[in-house]
Structure formats: structure tokens, C-alpha cells
């Protein structure tokens, strides 16, 4: 192909211009003509509406440029074009592909210049290309001039022998080529790649000479011509052959002109010689406007004025540059290297402040904005792309809602309001993004609207929210600012997302959020899932809602080892505070770490409440326990949960989808109507309807093996924490096909310290349970328990078992325990070493051991129980059996009064004199503190 390229490009250099005469069209008869008809039934060229193909004419560059690509094959496509080639235009297409391919890269503007005809350096340049010949530095072996940017191209091409020049030795390089010399040469070019042999070369003939016009742009690019704006009058563009020229007349292009300065936006420039005038262009993005003048200099503050008229920034970056002129044979220059400066267009150094502000109200769902004028406005004006306003003696308020909407009432522009009094003014220039406020403390960002809330862009920013917004918004990805309702208000969301920290907020640090009542839905497939964020650092959450339901689908193996969802905050880290804040909304998590208001928190919760479902089905849950809270699924040491209640179901489940020869699992699971792990919780409660069930387990294996923990309160407490005036009513259920668990009315296994806690509720189970503890390593201090046990299992009114380090002083049993191994305190003991001090048993019907289930020998002292049966406390000697009638009539009757809805307090277990609820413990050897 290449040696048939070579054969055939030296005719359009030695070709004569051959005689022909016009028939029906302007080919026929043509030296070119059988060229031309091959071409045309190939569909290569195409005839125009007078049916010609202008064989006489010069090709232009984009004609040549659409005959290589077909020849060649190419047709993949840049993403880009060249400046100068616009897009609406016939070969842009063409030059996309030729950038592509590399044969044209542009001039020193990057410029293609496709109107412009071919010259015989270009086309050498382009075919040295296209044909990929090796270039290297040489010498020019022809007599006349050829630029450093062709010589190599055109030596290259000499070797190749596609060329060897007139008889004269010349190259004649500026000279144009015609369409019939193309022609002849494609037809050449695909006739002999479809026969596979290549014609002889032909003899080089004459060609008359034409006077050569040196390119004096040095530009080192085929681009050695300027466009012009004539359409092409072959819709295809031509391509290149052989034969025939004619001459042209000498066409000089002028040098272009060189900057001097540019001073108070005067431009001046060197004088061109042989310039009739010069044309100066500012630009700005992707906008232009020039003007002409017969100066060496020239004032562009006007056409800087106007093509900024739409915009409303104070200062704006221009460039400008000029070009010189030509007449007759001498041919505009290129632009001068532009520069750049800047273009004061609002002077807001001089805005005085009059007073004047932007007020926003909405109205029947639509965006209200009208300005507040100071009395004696002599003038209002209103500006914005493309329009303006005028106002003489305005009103003190002007609605400009219209002014400032499109025709769907939607806010989009960038608008400048001028209040006039006197000799002053105030100017306003604003997007109108927001509702107002400028994002301080004292002045904070008015949000009003689901634009307003999507607009919001300064995430350091203080924000109010002063209505509901009940169309969905857009959830930032951060926020670190502050953002509160004027008093509670609503804000939709529709999250639908695979990713890390779906909520409203995404991450908040050293953020405030208050106030703000989240509806709408929220499902997610991975970690950190809440309502107002997904992790919160230093931050303060007061006063906010969610009313949401919240899923966590557990389609992605990331879940495997356990995710974060819950109703306000997914994770907080210890500096942050969440107070006062409720939730309504479900949440199902099919993967551990659910919790009504927060899911792990190593900082403080006060003053929360749940009211919605807290569920988690853990269907992908594989390597790591689950928890499950009415407030807080994990809280770490650091973290205090205090004065919280739980109104909601708490659900553990456990979907097993393994198919295990044991039929069974190791899955340990905390869930508790207030944490599922927590190690400091005071003052809460889990109200009647916040019922707390154990794992229910359902596919294959179908038991779980694992260890778990349930408790009214908490499901485990670690050493060292602390459960402190609690109440539990809600209801505990257990499943059927657990083999290790430990569930109590107020915690499920501690070994911490549970003090002034009440439980109220009544279980019937078949493992172990205890009416405060289910499993109990430390203290239980002033602790009543109200509720019947009954369980196949152990049974305590205190404690299900009690191991080392426990200590029961100051307890109050008053419930019925029945159960395999039942005891008024406890089910067993698995140490000795444990102490029931001060304590009370007094239950309804008989137990079967009035102590201990185990009857272990524990360490007893001044411990009463209440015979109703055949009750013993067994080898607890020190333990004293009494009678109904040794208590006072009313005392028990009064001790449930006084605990009955309401938190314990100490004044329960005042020591007195003779009006002490339970007498016998009024004289005790154990000192009261501990």
C-alpha cells in the first residue's frame, strides 16, 4: 500500500495542466474525468447540486483530510476537536478522526484551519504521517526554500520516491493542489489496493510553474493557510490525485501583531506593516467579541463590559488579544499571544449598607422573596442575565418573586440588587441558593425548601431550617457545621444507597444538629446506617427525630461480620452527644448492631426515647456477635446512657442458611430493652410495650449453641460499669431452641454493679432467668424484683447464678419463683464465696428453697424469707424464716406503692425507728455502706 501510495503522490506534483472542455457538467471531458466517475460510484465523492465536482478548484484542507480518512480506513474518533473547527459543521467529524490518528495536530493556537487550500509542504506533511516514514534531520536537495517544519517530511517522501520535484529542481511547495489532481490519485490509491499490483510509475512531466508564496507563520504544522468562512461545494470534502494546475496570485500573510501592554484596560500593540486595520478580541469561557480600529491601541473596557453584562462576580478573568488586517493580496494574521487580566465588574468596595436585605417566606409550597428597603429608596434596581428592572420610589417592600423565577417558578440565577438613597447605594449580589443569612451564628444560612437544602455547599456553616421540607432532599456526604430547626421541623428523605454512611448527614464532625424531625425511608447494603448520620465525631445531637424506617438489606458479604444501624446515629465516637432525641421508625437490620437511637456509642445519650421497632435478622451475620438495643446496640466504656426509655420491640433473630451436620451454631447475641451491651446505664426504663425477645433462630442448624444474653435493661455489663436506677416492665421472651442463655429482668449477665433497679415483669422460660441478673459476677445493691418466674431451668427472684464477686445486699424479692432449680435469691451458686446480706424474700406463693436452688453454703447475714410453705433455707443457717404476721400489716402492700412507677430512690431503703417497711432489717451488724 505504501509503495502504491508512493507511485501515485508523485503525480500530484508533476502532472500538466491539461485542456478540457465543459459539457453537462464540469468533468466530463476532464483529463480526471475517469478518476472522477470511479470515485463517485464508489460513493468517495459526491456531485453538488449542479451535478459538478469542481476538478479546477484548490482542495481545501477538510476535503483533503475526509478523502485520507476514507482511503485509509480511519474512523475512530478524539474527544475533542480543534478549536477552530465548530461543531456544526460538516467535517468536524473528519478532523476528530484526523486528531485521532495524529496526522494533524494544529498550529501554535492549536488551530486546523479547515477552509483553508492544501499546499504542497502541508500535503507532504500529512501523507509522511499518514504513511508513518521515518523523519530525521536532514538537508534539502532542492534548489528553492522549504521551512524547518517540512523539509523532513518532504526529503522523506523523496526517498520513498513519491516525489522528485520539477525539472528545475524545484518544490514549490506553497503552491496550492486542485481537486482533479486528488481525484486522480485516490482512484490510483484504491484501484491498486483492490487489484494488489501496483502501476508503473509514470514520467515526470512539466507542470507550470506558479509563483511560490512563503508561509511566513514558522508555525512547524501542516496548518500553513487561515480558514475562510465559504462552504464547500462537494458535501463530502474531496480528497487528493494528480494533474493540472494553474497559477496563483502572490498572497502574503501578514506577521501578527506583539503586545506591548495593557494599562487601565488601554491595549496597545506594535504597528504591522502593510496592516489596513486591526481586530481586537476579549474572551472569556467560551465567549467572544471583537472590535476594529486603525490604532495601535485601544480601549477595551467596553467590550469587557458587555461580555460580562450576565455575569455578577466583583472581578471576572478576560483575555485579550489582536490581529492585523489585510487587503488585497495580503492576508489577515493570526491572533497575538493572548493575555490575561482581570475585569472589576461590580464595585462592591463602594456599596454602602443602607440597611437593605432579602426576605423568603413559603406560600402554598412556592419560594416567596421580596426586598426590605430602609424609608427614603429614591431607586430600586433588579438585574439578572438577560434582564432588569427598575423601580423610582419604591415601596418599603418590593415582592420579587417573579423577577427572580423562570417560568416553573424554580430559582436558578445569579442575581444584583441597587438600593439608591440619595448619593448612596447598597448592592446585593446573591445567587439566591439559600432562603437568605449569611452562615453565621448571629445571621445563619435560611433553609427553607428541598433547593435550599440541595444547595447547600459550605459545610462549615451555621443553618436554620425555618419550614418542613416534605419533598425528599438530596443527603450531603458531610457536614461540620451547625444546622437546627426553628423549632421542630420536618425534612424528607428517599435513601436508596450501597455505600458507607446513608443518612441525611452522612458524617457529622464538630457539628450541631438540632431539631430536625427526619421522615421518608432509608435502605442501605452496608456499614453505617441512620437517620441524621452514619458516624459522628465531636459532635452534639439535641432534639431530633426519626420517623423513618430504616433497613439494612443484607446483600453484600461485607455484613458478614456485622454492620450499624439505628435510628438517629449509627457510630459516635466518645466527645459526642446525643440528647433528647426519640425515634418512631423501624429498623430492621439484617446484620448485628441495631439500636433505636444510637448503634454503637462510645459517647454519652440522655434524655432519648424509642418507640419504634428495633429488629435484627442477621441473615448474613457470620463472624462476629450481635447486638440489640431500645436505645443503644454496644456502649463501650466510655459511653453513659442515662435517662432514657424504650417503649419499642427489641428483636434478635438469627436466619441461619447453613447447612451444618450438627445442626447447630455458636452465635452469641446481647439485646436489651435499653442496650444490648452497655457498661454505665442510669436511670432508664423499658416501658410495658418494650418487650425484649432472645434469638429465634430459623433455617439450618436450628439451634444456637452460642452464647446470650437478655436482660429488661441491658443484655451484658462488663466489669467496672454500673446499672443504676432502672425499671423494667416490659415483657421477656425467650425461644425454645437456645441451649445457653442468661436472661434477667434488668440485666442479662453482669459483672458490673446493679444498684436502685426495679423489675416488674414476669417470665416463663426454660433456661435460666433471675428477677434482677441473670448471670451476676458483682454487686446487686438496693435491687426489688415484682415479677413471677417460672422456668425449667434456674430460677432466682435476684439472680438466675451467681458466681464470684457477688455481693447481694439490700434486696427485695416479692415474686413467685418456680423452676427446676429455683431459690428466692438465687437458682445456684457457683462460688461459695458469695454474700446475700440484708435481704428480703416475701413472695406470693411457696418456694421450694427459700435461698439458694443449689443450697450451697453461701455467706447469709440478716436475710429474711417469708414461709408459705415448706420453704428452708437449707445449709444457709444464718438465713431467719418469718411470718405474715411478723411484717406489718400493710408493709408489703406499701413497699409496692412506693415503687410502683417510679424510679427507686433510696428513701426506700432508709433505716428508721418504727415506721421501716420491713422491721427486721431496721437492726442488722452490716454497715449500710458498701
Known amino acids: 500500500m505504501k509503495k502504491l501510495l508512493c507511485l501515485v ?149 523523496k526517498e520513498k520516491g513519491v516525489l522528485q520535484g520539477y525539472e528545475d529542481n524545484t518544490f514549490r511547495g506553497s ?55 465559504t462552504a464547500p461545494s462537494v458535501s463530502t470534502g474531496g480528497g487528493g490525485g494528480g494533474g493540472g494546475g494553474s497559477a496563483l496570485p502572490v498572497m502574503v500573510t501578514l506577521n501578527p501583531p506583539v503586545i506591548k501592554q495593557l494599562n487601565d484596560e488601554v491595549l496597545s500593540w506594535n504597528k504591522v506593516q502593510n496592516a489596513s486595520s486591526y481586530e ?59 493575555i490575561s487580566y482581570t475585569h472589576t465588574i461590580l464595585d462592591m468596595e463602594n456599596s454602602v449598607d443602607l440597611g437593605v436585605y432579602i426576605s423568603f417566606k413559603m406560600e402554598d409550597g412556592k419560594e416567596k422573596y421580596a426586598i426590605e428597603l430602609p424609608a427614603g429608596t429614591t431607586k430600586l434596581t433588579l438585574k439578572k442575565a438577560g434582564n432588569s428592572a427598575s423601580y423610582d420610589n419604591p415601596a418599603a417592600t418590593v415582592d420579587v418573586t417573579e423577577f427572580v423565577s423562570d417560568a416553573n417558578g424554580i430559582v436558578e440565577q445569579t442575581y444584583v440588587f441597587v438600593a439608591e438613597k440619595g448619593d448612596e447605594s447598597q448592592i446585593i449580589m446573591t445567587e439566591l441558593k ?93 456499614l453505617y446506617t441512620a437517620a441524621i448520620a452514619g458516624k459522628a465525631v465531636n459532635s452534639t445531637i439535641t ?51 441495631a439500636g433505636g437511637i444510637v448503634a454503637k456509642s462510645m459517647g454519652d445519650i440522655k434524655d432519648c426515647i424509642n418507640e419504634g421497632k428495633v429488629h435484627a435478622e442477621n441473615k ?33 433473630d438469627y436466619q441461619s442458611a447453613q447447612d451444618k451436620a450438627s445442626n447447630s451454631v455458636a452465635f452469641a447475641s446481647y439485646t436489651g430493652g435499653i442496650a444490648g451491651i452497655a457498661v454505665k446505664v442510669e436511670k432508664c426504663e423499658n416501658t410495658a410495650s418494650g418487650s425484649v425477645k432472645a434469638p429465634v433462630i430459623s433455617g439450618t442448624p436450628t439451634y444456637i449453641s452460642g452464647s446470650q444474653n437478655l436482660g429488661g435493661i441491658v443484655g451484658r455489663q462488663e466489669a467496672g460499669g454500673i446499672i443504676k436506677g432502672c425499671v423494667n416492665k416490659g415483657a421477656i421472651v425467650f425461644p425454645t431452641n437456645l441451649t445457653i442463655y442468661w436472661g434477667g429482668g434488668i440485666v442479662g449477665f453482669t459483672k458490673g ?27 446487686i445493691i438496693k435491687c426489688i424484683n415484682l415479677g413471677d418466674i417460672n422456668s425449667a431451668g434456674y430460677a432466682g427472684g435476684i439472680a438466675a447464678r451467681v458466681d464470684a464477686g457477688t455481693v447481694i445486699q439490700y434486696c427485695y424479692n416479692l415474686g413467685n419463683i ?24 416475701a413472695p406470693k406463693l411457696s418456694c421450694s428453697n427459700a435461698i439458694l436452688g443449689y443450697n450451697l453454703n453461701v455467706d447469709i447475714s440478716n436475710v429474711f424469707y417469708v414461709v408459705r410453705g415448706n420453704e428452708t433455707a437449707g445449709a444457709n443457717t444464718d438465713a431467719t424464716s418469718v411470718s405474715i404476721a411478723d411484717l406489718n400489716s400493710d408493709a408489703t402492700v406499701e413497699l409496692l406503692n412506693t415503687v410502683d412507677g417510679n424510679i427507686l430512690t433510696e428513701a426506700v431503703f432508709e433505716k428508721g425507728t418504727g415506721d421501716f417497711l420491713l422491721p427486721q432489717l431496721v437492726d442488722n451488724k452490716h454497715d449500710l455502706t458498701y
Not at 514558522?218 to 487561515?226: E, L
Not at 461580555?307 to 493570526?334: M, Q, Y
Not at 420536618?490 to 455505600?499: D, T
Not at 424506617?549 to 452527644?577: E, N, P, R, S
Request: charge should be negative; aromatic fraction near 8%; proline fraction near 2%.
Open 9 to 157: 503522490l508523485a503525480v500530484v506534483y508533476t502532472l500538466t495542466l491539461t485542456p478540457f472542455v465543459y459539457a453537462e457538467n464540469d468533468y466530463s471531458n476532464h483529463w480526471s474525468e475517469e478518476s472522477i466517475e470511479y470515485l463517485l460510484e464508489k460513493e468517495i465523492i459526491t456531485k453538488d447540486e449542479s451535478g459538478n465536482v469542481k476538478p479546477e478548484e484548490y482542495i481545501k484542507r477538510s476535503e483533503f483530510v475526509k478523502i485520507i480518512n476514507r482511503s485509509f480506513g480511519f474512523s475512530e474518533k478524539a474527544e475533542t476537536n480543534f478549536p477552530d473547527v465548530e461543531a456544526d459543521k460538516w467535517y468536524a467529524d473528519e478532523f476528530k478522526i484526523a486528531l485521532k490518528e495524529g496526522y494533524i495536530t494544529g498550529d501554535n493556537l492549536g488551530n486546523a484551519a479547515p477552509e483553508a487550500s492544501l499546499t504542497r509542504f502541508e500535503a507532504a506533511v500529512i501523507l509522511a504521517r499518514v504513511l508513518k516514514l521515518e523523519l530525521k534531520a536532514c538537508e534539502n536537495t532542492f534548489t528553492d526554500e522549504i521551512p524547518d517544519w517540512a523539509i523532513s517530511s518532504v526529503q522523506a517522501l
Open 175 to 229: 503552491n496550492s493542489i486542485k481537486r482533479g489532481e486528488v481525484f486522480t490519485l485516490t482512484k490510483k490509491i484504491i484501484a491498486s489496493e483492490e487489484n494488489k499490483d501496483i502501476p508503473e510509475e509514470k514520467e515526470e512531466v512539466k507542470e507550470e510553474v506558479k509563483e511560490e508564496v512563503k508561509p511566513d507563520n514558522g508555525r512547524g504544522d501542516v496548518s500553513g493557510m487561515h480558514h475562510t468562512t
Open 280 to 338: 481586537v478580541k476579549v474572551s472569556m469561557d467560551n465567549e467572544e467579541l471583537t472590535a476594529t480600529t486603525k490604532n495601535t491601541q485601544f480601549d477595551i473596557k467596553e467590550l469587557s463590559e458587555n461580555i460580562t453584562a450576565s455575569l455578577f462576580d466583583p472581578e471576572k478573568e478576560l483575555s485579550v488579544c489582536v490581529k492585523a488586517k489585510g487587503t488585497g493580496r495580503f492576508k489577515d494574521s493570526i491572533y497575538s499571544q493572548a
Open 434 to 526: 439559600l432562603g437568605g443569612g449569611e452562615g453565621t451564628e448571629t445571621n445563619p444560612y435560611i433553609i427553607g425548601s428541598k433547593r435550599h437544602f440541595d444547595n447547600i455547599e459550605d459545610i462549615n456553616a451555621y443553618y436554620k431550617q425555618i419550614y418542613d421540607i416534605t419533598e425528599a432532599v438530596t443527603p450531603l456526604n458531610e457536614f461540620k457545621g451547625i444546622y437546627e430547626g426553628d423549632g421542630l421541623k420536618e425534612i424528607a428523605v428517599n435513601i436508596v444507597k450501597s455505600g458507607e454512611n446513608a443518612s441525611l448527614f452522612g458524617t457529622l464532625e464538630n457539628a450541631t444538629i438540632e431539631n430536625i424531625k427526619v421522615t421518608g425511608t432509608i435502605v442501605n447494603n452496608n
Open 543 to 593: 432534639g431530633c427525630e426519626n420517623h423513618a424506617d430504616i433497613t439494612v438489606d443484607a446483600t453484600d458479604d461485607i455484613l458478614k461480620d456485622g454492620a450499624y444501624c439505628a435510628g438517629i446515629v449509627a457510630q459516635t465516637d466518645a466527645d459526642t452527644l446525643i440528647t433528647s432525641c426519640s425515634n418512631y421508625g423501624d429498623i430492621l437490620s439484617q446484620s448485628s448492631m
Open 620 to 652: 448474613k451475620l457470620t463472624g462476629a456477635a450481635s447486638y440489640v438495643g431500645g436505645i443503644v446496640a454496644e456502649g463501650t466504656a466510655t459511653a453513659t446512657v442515662n435517662s432514657c426509655i424504650n417503649k419499642g420491640e427489641v428483636v434478635n
Open 753 to 779: 454493679t446493679t444498684e436502685l433497679c426495679v423489675n416488674y415483669s414476669s417470665a416463663f422460660t426454660g433456661r435460666q432467668y433471675g428477677g434482677i441478673a441473670g448471670r451476676c459476677g458483682g454487686p
Open 818 to 841: 418456680t423452676g427446676r432449680y429455683a431459690g428466692a435469691f438465687s437458682g445456684s451458686a457457683g462460688n461459695a464465696s458469695v454474700k446475700i446480706y440484708n435481704s428480703y424474700s
